[in-house]
């Protein structure tokens, strides 16, 4: 059986409307170079039933969250990059593994990330560099390279900011860094991260103690995320403008 080039790995549970979307996102790709990988926690709203009818390679058990079946989701590739698409997320466009074929064939990143879409919402990612700061784009934008992997795991100690956590420690294995000036993923908004931000905001802040943040850096960032956090929830106009006037600043 040929290797695929990429393994898409999805966690769902109870979310056969998001997870149909997901699917119809991944029939739609322009490449069929590529694996899907279904982690359901045990639904009962008919996921396990539609399951069947797709072109996944999927389980339906019990387990202790969204990170324990990541893991679960890894030890199952056979793909040479794992993109984590969650039940409701999509990729931007039809091409969009298509368009990442060329650079992968070129320079073999160990890590690919790219832009987002938030609905009607063009997120441009920070550079990866600026890790410190929190995550720099949706972890649905990110690709990791298998090899470069190794046994490297999401730490099940983080409820909320395990993700962050596997980035941090991944970014400091990783040589080859490739950034793609064009979105990746749709971003479904409601996720746990979103719903519990402030959590999460804090498991960064213990997650950066352990990378080695200095105590006096670690406050100020976690500061930030907190004001921005604010203005993310009661002014989002002004939030997205911030965002807009920052990224043209950098491109000056």
């Known amino acids: 059986m040929t290797k695929p080039?990429?393994?898409?790995?999805?966690i769902t549970l109870d979310n056969l409307e998001?997870?149909?979307?997901?699917?119809?996102?991944?029939?739609?790709?322009?490449?069929?170079n590529y694996e899907w990988i279904v982690i359901?926690?045990?639904?009962?709203?008919?996921?396990?039933?539609?399951?069947?009818?797709?072109?996944?390679?999927w389980i339906s058990e019990p387990d202790h969250g969204i990170y324990e079946a990541m893991n679960k989701g890894i030890e199952r590739t056979r793909g040479s990059y794992l993109i984590f698409m969650n039940a409701g997320d999509q990729f931007a466009a039809p091409d969009t593994l298509e368009k990442i074929q060329?650079?992968?064939?070129?320079?073999?990143?160990?890590?690919?990330?790219?832009?987002?879409?938030?609905e009607n919402?063009?997120?441009?990612?920070?550079?990866?560099?600026?890790?410190?700061?929190?995550?720099?784009?949706?972890?649905?934008?990110?690709?990791?390279?298998?090899?470069?992997?190794?046994?490297?795991r999401y730490d099940l100690r983080y409820k909320i900011a395990a993700d962050y956590d596997f980035t941090i420690r991944f970014l400091q294995r990783a040589e080859n860094i490739l950034y793609c000036p064009f979105p990746i993923c749709l971003f479904e908004n409601g996720g746990i991260s979103q719903l519990e931000a402030l959590r999460g905001r804090r498991e960064q802040f213990y997650i950066r103690k352990e990378a080695?943040?200095?105590?006096?850096?670690?406050?100020?960032?976690?500061?930030?995320?907190?004001?921005?956090?604010?203005?993310?929830?009661?002014?989002?106009?002004?939030y997205r403008f911030l965002k807009m006037r920052q990224r043209q600043a950098g491109n000056t």
Request: proline fraction near 5%.
């Open 121 to 152: 919402f063009y997120k441009y990612s920070r550079p990866h560099k600026k890790t410190w700061q929190g995550m720099f784009t949706h972890h649905q934008a990110m690709l990791y390279r298998r090899t470069a992997l190794g046994d490297l």
């Open 18 to 32: 998001g997870l149909k979307r997901t699917h119809e996102s991944l029939q739609g790709q322009s490449t069929g």
């Open 212 to 238: 080695g943040q200095n105590l006096p850096g670690n406050i100020f960032i976690f500061a930030a995320q907190t004001l921005n956090l604010f203005l993310r929830r009661k002014c989002p106009r002004l």
């Open 5 to 10: 080039l990429f393994s898409v790995i999805t």
């Open 102 to 118: 060329p650079a992968i064939a070129e320079t073999k990143p160990d890590f690919i990330y790219g832009d987002a879409l938030e």
């Open 40 to 57: 359901d926690g045990g639904s009962q709203d008919g996921s396990k039933e539609y399951l069947p009818h797709t072109n996944s390679l």
